[in-house]
């Protein structure tokens, strides 16, 4: 199933079963709806050195972090960020992260469930632009118009008296899409690719197509086949959006798995293979140390 806003919410099954994963929970939202948004504080799953921070793990849903104060670690896919006052951590679906157990974690922390935006909101927000940094850092005007707006979302929130339910998800989704596009902004100008052509929904369909089946599928054709596009579409689609090949960018994201595996569990490496789509686990060794220049086994002992 895919959801409405493009991530496979149970995305890497079979090789994210080894990781831990945890789920956007709607029970625990005000009303039920598909946004969470509260003060880190000092306890709870966003507190640090507690709870979630003690693991390594994935998440199904978007967090972004809005931070008071600094410096705080945190580290997200193999990379550690420190995050100051006024900076954003925006944590995407399916990424391995853990919080720094002493550091304090102080600010706003906003949890968004894939489908809760419509599809043009996210295209246009960047929503699964896994290629954009996870820390940014905002001017300071940039900095005081995202609080106003961080804000204005909080307000609705919490305000389910004054409207119906219905309207009251519909005021907060507007209200959301207002900050998202700020957010936006910013992690285009970290990533300095304002000026790149926006995603178009070819290349859209084709993350989310390979998201889905990357553990099984390293077929460009099968994706071709299965989204209903010529291979050259999708060349095109891929270069424009990446930069890369289809294939390129299949390979990269099987590599990212095997290395979240590798470094987070003590899976052997035949069954790591076998995990994002190698029968033989000559063949996986072979195509990690194309990719990598090391061994399954040497990327390994580097973790330690």
């Known amino acids: 199933m895919i959801e409405q806003g493009g991530a496979h919410t149970s995305a890497h099954r079979g090789a994210a079963e080894y990781i831990r ?14 946004m969470q948004v509260g003060p880190m504080g000092t306890d ?6 507690a709870g979630l921070s003690r693991r390594v793990h994935r998440i199904d849903f978007h967090v972004l972090l809005f931070f008071r104060r600094g410096p705080v670690r945190h580290t997200v896919d193999f990379a550690e960020y420190e995050a100051g ?29 894939p489908g809760f935006l419509p599809r043009a909101i996210v ?17 300071a005007e940039q900095r005081a118009a995202l609080a106003a707006s961080l804000e204005q979302v909080e307000r609705e929130y919490l305000d389910t008296s004054t409207l119906p339910p219905s309207l009251h998800t519909s005021v907060l989704r507007h209200a959301l899409t207002a900050l998202m596009l700020r957010v936006a902004h910013v992690s285009a100008q970290a990533a300095a690719d304002e000026c790149r052509p926006q995603p178009d ?5 084709f993350r989310a197509a390979v998201e889905q ?41 099987v590599v990212l798995e095997a290395k979240r595996l590798l470094a987070h569990t ?24 194309q990719h990598t220049g090391v061994t399954p086994a040497g990327f390994r002992a580097e973790q330690v």
């Open 213 to 253: 089946g990357f553990t099984t599928n390293h077929s460009v054709s099968a994706y071709a086949d299965e989204l209903g596009y010529s291979r050259r579409t999708l060349v095109r689609a891929v270069r424009a959006a990446t930069g890369q090949t289809p294939k390129g960018f299949i390979d990269r994201r």
């Open 123 to 139: 295209e246009a927000t960047g929503l699964y632009r896994y290629d954009r940094p996870p820390l940014l850092h905002p001017g």
């Open 21 to 34: 994963t945890y789920p956007f929970d709607p029970s625990a939202s005000v009303s039920g709806v598909g």
């Open 85 to 113: 006052a006024g900076d954003i951590l925006w944590i995407r679906p399916g990424q391995v992260h853990s919080f720094s157990a002493t550091d304090e974690y102080t600010g706003t922390a906003l949890t968004m469930q």
């Open 44 to 49: 709870g799953p966003w507190a640090g050195g």
């Open 201 to 205: 929904t070819t290349f859209t369909r």
């Open 266 to 289: 003590d899976l052997p490496v035949g069954r790591i293979g076998a995990a994002v789509g190698f029968a033989d686990s000559a063949n996986f060794s072979k195509f990690f140390q």
